[in-house]
């Protein structure tokens, strides 16, 4: 029996270099989900928001049959798709993330601009497949793998490898710019920040520091101490970028 897949947009990224086409044959002997036969191609379930089988659309849990035409698009963010029936579970509103260990800036990068953003570098795979799948977190990996997880049901691929480029790809991919909150989130435990009177946090700002400042914001959670020294217009930049993001063009991975 045999079946014809075709995937579309960026979802033809996971097929290689040699199948740009998006058009794969799938043959098989006993009919099973339509969702092992997108991961057996390479293309994680969490990067998948609507299937089409024969024109109709169909959930993860549709066996694939002998003839089956079967278009597979990612998700659709910018587009409303309010009539067709999404495989994924509702979408979260309230955007939060767990990022893999690999990706330890960008979890700062996403603090930065005023994300929740859960990160570990000791995490194991199981660790956060829980945590995304108990805290309805978006997680982000380059771990083709760890996203075929069952009980992973909102995750993203990140392509890029620079840090800076990678905020901006999942901004521009989930459409976070109106959500941003810039500077509210401790950089280091991703508690919330607070103002702070100059006063009580005296002890833990240099001389030279309260010399020039007086505006001083602590971390409910850590206690850490910020204020808009030497490297405030460096993470500004950042953040700047990400406020531009949807409206740039993210440039090309290191290979």
Known sequence: MRAELRFYAELKDFL??????GLVVHTFDVPGSVKDAIESRGVPHTEVDVI????????????????????????FEAFDVSDVVRVR??????????????????????RLIGFDTKWAGSWSDRDLVEISSSENRILLTRDVGLLKHRAVTHGCYVRAT????????IVRRLHLTDRMAPFTRC????????????ADVASMVPPASR?????????ATCERVYWKG???????????????????????CAR
Do not use: M, W
């Open 89 to 110: 579970p509702r979408p979260l509103r309230d955007v939060r993330f767990v990022v893999d260990g690999h990706l330890g800036k960008l979890a700062r990068h996403l």
């Open 16 to 21: 290689g270099a040699s199948n740009r086409s």
């Open 187 to 198: 950089l280091e435990c991703n508690g919330l920040l607070e103002s702070a009177d100059p």
């Open 162 to 169: 620079n840090p800076r480029d990678q905020l901006i790809e």
């Open 211 to 219: 010399a020039h400042y007086d505006e001083y914001r602590t971390c």
């Open 230 to 252: 030497s490297h405030y217009r460096r993470l500004n930049e950042i953040v700047e970028e990400a406020r531009r993001a949807e409206k740039t063009q993210i440039r090309p």
């Open 52 to 75: 089409l089988a024969n024109g109709e659309p169909v959930d993860f849990t549709y066996h694939v049959r002998d003839g089956d035409r079967i278009a597979v698009y990612p998700v």
